[in-house]
C-alpha cells in the first residue's frame, strides 16, 4: 500500500453545531496503483479495498459509500452480487465499464435519499482527486470537501523546506 492523498468521514451530520459523527473511514491510497480502503470507526481492520477508476476515483469512493455503508438495494442489486463474493475489488478487471457508469448515474440518484449523511473529504497535496472535485456537484449530499491552504514540506532534492499557500486567516 502506498501514501495516503485523501481521507473520507462518512456519518451523521450534528443537528446543531456543524461537524460530523464519524461512523467509518475511507482512505484513498496512491503509489504504483491506487485502492480505496474503507474502515469503520474504531476498528483497525480494513472492510474493503477497491481499486478504484483513475478518472472517476471520487465518484468510486461514493460508490463504495452507497454499497458498504448505506447498503442501498438499488446498488447492491447493480453489482450483482460481485460484492459479497470479494474483499478486495478491482473495479476494471469486475466490471464492465458499462456496468460501472450505470452505477455512477443510479448513485447519483440514490445517494439523496439519505438525509442522514454527511461526508467530510480531506484531499491531501497533489491527490488523484483534486481535480476531480467538481464532479461533487451532480451529487446532493450535505459534504465537506477541505483542502490545504498551506503546506510546509521538505524537498529531498533542494535539503531545504519549502512552503505554498498562507497561513493568513480569512473572515467570513
Partial sequence: MGTFSAQFLIGSPHPYSGGIIPDYRIYLSENSRPALVLKKERESSSL???VPTLERTL????L???AYVLQDEEILKGFEGLLEKKD???LYEDLKVEKINELYNINKKVIKKYGNLK???SIFED???RS???VLKDYQVELEVCVPVYSAFFSPMEKEMKF???LEGKNK
Avoid at 465518484?59 to 461514493?62: C, F, I, Q, R, V
Fill in 48 to 50: 474493503k479495498t477497491w
Fill in 59 to 62: 465518484e468510486d469512493a461514493l
Fill in 64 to 66: 463504495m459509500i452507497s
Fill in 88 to 90: 478486495f475489488i478491482e
Fill in 119 to 121: 461526508v467530510i473529504i
Fill in 127 to 129: 491527490s488523484l482527486i
Fill in 132 to 134: 476531480q472535485i467538481p
Fill in 164 to 166: 505554498r499557500g498562507s
